[in-house]
Nanobody, 125 residues
């Protein structure tokens, strides 16, 4: 059973950097792509970034391209850590950030069956 746990969210100021972590365990049966999504108050959950199981390819939402970087540590076969480095943060980055695991490389949340509980990021102006 895949389990995901996000960490690293906190209050920061605009322009600051922050790194979120997603600890993924139970990756026993095959390969999983990992995506980061975020949900701001009163808005729909949206795709932020995704990384393939090997870590060789990544996708980004236009709103974060050039500011956020996703990376992956696959040192252990069944336990991976995926990072989301967020630089030059803006108030509009304020949201609860979720990581999710799925079999397909996708920006669609419906293709990710496994989700963490989320970590809150607040960016003050």
């Amino acid at each position: 059973q895949v389990q995901l746990e996000e960490s690293g969210g906190r209050l920061v100021q605009a322009g600051d950097s922050l790194r979120l972590s997603c600890a993924a365990s139970g990756l026993t049966y095959g390969y999983y792509h990992i995506g980061w999504f975020r949900e701001a108050a009163g808005k729909a959950r949206e795709f932020v970034a995704g990384i393939t199981w090997s870590g060789s390819d990544a996708d980004y939402a236009d709103s974060v391209k050039g500011r956020f970087t996703i990376s992956r540590d696959n040192a252990k076969a069944t336990e991976n850590t995926v990072y989301l480095q967020m630089n030059s943060q803006k108030p509009e980055d304020t949201a609860v950030y979720y990581c999710a695991a799925g079999r397909a490389r996708s920006i669609l949340q419906g293709t990710y069956p496994c989700w963490g509980q989320g970590t809150r990021v607040a960016v003050s102006s």
